[in-house]
């Protein structure tokens, strides 16, 4: 069978010193059958004529074309006028300030040929700061890989890549690690030209991601430069990714508010899209550096924001009730519940957040540590079995009794998803639980895990298995080393107020949720890894995740 055709579509303006590494990585692809269209949006720096060598230098591999009189029309527009230019079976795009590996398009549509029915790869990136030194007086920041919405070779039908991109505003699909079948992208009508500029590619990427099934790529090649002329940096400084009426945010929201309710109807989709565009509320009050914090936007306004906050001044500090060598409750606040209910730990808050967050990956065969709470809870009718372990016979739920550092009883490759809610900081040798965990999940499964941070010791009969609290850095190494860097995800939650309040044993209705919602990264409560198993074969799609959960 030949290999089809791809066409790359390099949309820019004013490309300056990136355009000839971006087209560079392109041409330097091991997958042969590549043609680059490179689209100029109205450049006035010199990019055009550069762009025009690029082709003169390769005429049988690179195509040049521009908007009627050299105008600039818009990211969307040129997008789709690079489209219609491509002969290819398949389309990808790069941004001419980004870079692809020489193996990307290999690994991308050897994946494509082998996913059962699927129209696109839908992959991650590297965000790439090492390509510069840091400035004077800037802090070096070390490359980190873009999160995953599943795990790598699943294949989702739509819309549940969208929805699961939904729950987490930072997890992303980047356009550069985008490709699709042609005929998909034209069947959708392309990008929106409406949308010029920010989240037109998230415009484009939720019209596929509506209609198409997907296969995710984990593939870490594809670098998404960051740097301070670039067009998201701009849109960052100038508030374009805040919460808030007319911003680019906002409008795509509003956008895809009406697109869900014309395309889908009613449903878990539906309600996540209403949830994010309600939280676009009247122009605050705030400065746009809290807003920044407060939404972890990777931009130059969080660098701005960590310049800006100053310490409290010293002086007196009035303690009141906390004056005390006693804590307020030594049973993690459950004791402090309101109108003689149990009260909620802090953490709890945290730890139900970041399951909430990752419930699509609570499916299938599902096992869970002392009861199935939290599977019921969270992943409803995805579950098609959910199996309890606990470390003592005796639990009437449990339908395994064993020891996470050697479990036996515990069949291998068998479970689509573990949830193991603050349980590893209870195992002496947790490298041994670690690799426990590893061998029953099936390939393509998902460990969702959560240690403690911050805490106090238990007081109760778990007191005397209490060995471990985890830093993220430690958390991301102990996971890391079994499962792989590229397959963990560490996240963490807390500030001072939280962490004071989880020592004390304050209930968290004692706190106002604005005041768990901060992240400090001195103070972790809770630490959450959200990790995957591979596919047994790299080429080899794991099962396809539907809207009813996993089919073989």
């Known amino acids: 069978m030949t290999d089809p055709l791809v066409t790359v579509v390099m949309i820019f303006r004013n490309a300056g010193q990136f355009l000839e590494d971006a087209a560079q990585s392109v041409l330097a692809q091991t997958y042969e059958h ?208 805040e919460l808030r009426p007319g911003t680019a945010r906002a409008r795509f929201l509003q956008w895809l508010q009406r697109r869900v309710a014309d395309e889908v109807g009613p449903g878990d989709l539906a309600d996540a899209v209403a949830a994010a565009a309600a939280a676009v509320g009247p122009p605050a009050r705030a400065t746009r550096v809290r807003t920044a914090v407060r939404q972890r936007v990777p931009s130059p306004v969080r660098q701005q924001a960590r310049r800006v906050v100053r310490p409290r001044r010293p002086g007196l500090v009035r303690l009141g009730s906390l004056r005390s060598t006693e804590p307020l409750s030594r049973w993690f606040g459950y004791d402090r519940g309101r109108s003689g209910e149990a009260g909620q730990p802090v953490d709890r808050v945290y730890i139900e957040r970041f399951l909430a967050e990752s419930a699509l990956d609570i499916r299938g065969r599902v096992l869970e540590v002392g009861d199935p709470s939290y599977t019921r809870r969270f992943g409803g009718d995805r579950v098609r079995r959910a199996d309890v372990l606990h470390v003592e016979a005796g639990n009437p739920e449990a339908t395994f009794v064993a020891d996470l550092t050697d479990a036996p009883e515990l069949p291998s490759d068998a479970f689509d998803c573990i949830v193991l809610t603050q349980t590893l900081h209870l195992v002496y040798d947790m490298r041994a639980a670690v690799r426990t965990l590893h061998r029953v999940l099936a390939p393509g499964g998902t460990l969702l895990l959560t240690v403690p941070g911050i805490t106090p010791l238990a007081a109760d009969r778990w007191a005397q298995d209490w060995c471990w609290s985890l830093t993220p850095a430690a958390a991301e190494r102990l996971v890391g080393e079994v499962f792989g860097d590229a397959l963990v995800e560490v996240r963490a939650w807390g500030n001072v107020l939280a962490a004071v309040a989880q020592i004390e044993g304050m209930a968290a209705s004692e706190l106002r949720a604005e005041q768990l919602e901060p992240v400090d990264p001195q103070y972790p409560v809770i630490v959450a890894v959200r990790a995957f198993k591979g596919p047994a074969a790299a080429a080899a799609p794991a099962a396809v995740l539907g809207a009813e959960g996993p089919a073989a």
């Open 34 to 241: 590549v043609e680059l269209v490179l689209v100029d949006d109205g450049s006035t720096d010199g990019s055009g004529r550069h762009a025009r060598d690029l082709a003169a230098r390769h005429p049988q591999r690179v195509r040049v074309i521009e908007h009627p009189g050299g105008a600039n029309l818009g990211m969307s527009a040129s997008r789709n006028a690079g489209a219609a230019d491509a002969r290819g079976e398949l389309l990808a795009f790069l941004d001419a300030d980004d870079v692809w590996e020489p193996g990307h398009l290999t690994g991308e549509v050897a994946l494509l040929q082998a996913a059962p029915g699927a129209q696109m790869v839908c992959g991650r990136a590297v965000v790439w700061h090492s390509w510069r030194p840091p400035a004077p007086g800037e802090q070096r920041r070390r490359d980190v890989p873009t999160p995953l919405p599943f795990a790598p070779g699943t294949v989702v039908d739509p819309p549940q890549l969208l929805a699961a991109l939904m729950r987490r505003p930072e997890v992303r699909t980047p356009i550069c690690s985008l490709l699709v079948r042609t005929d998909a992208f034209r069947a959708v009508g392309g990008s929106e030209p409406e949308f010029r500029g920010m989240f037109e590619d998230q415009v484009l990427l939720a019209k596929l991601q509506l209609r198409h099934r997907a296969v995710i790529s984990g593939a870490l090649t594809a670098r998404y430069r960051r740097h301070p002329a670039s067009a998201t940096a701009a849109a960052a400084s100038a508030g374009e990714y």
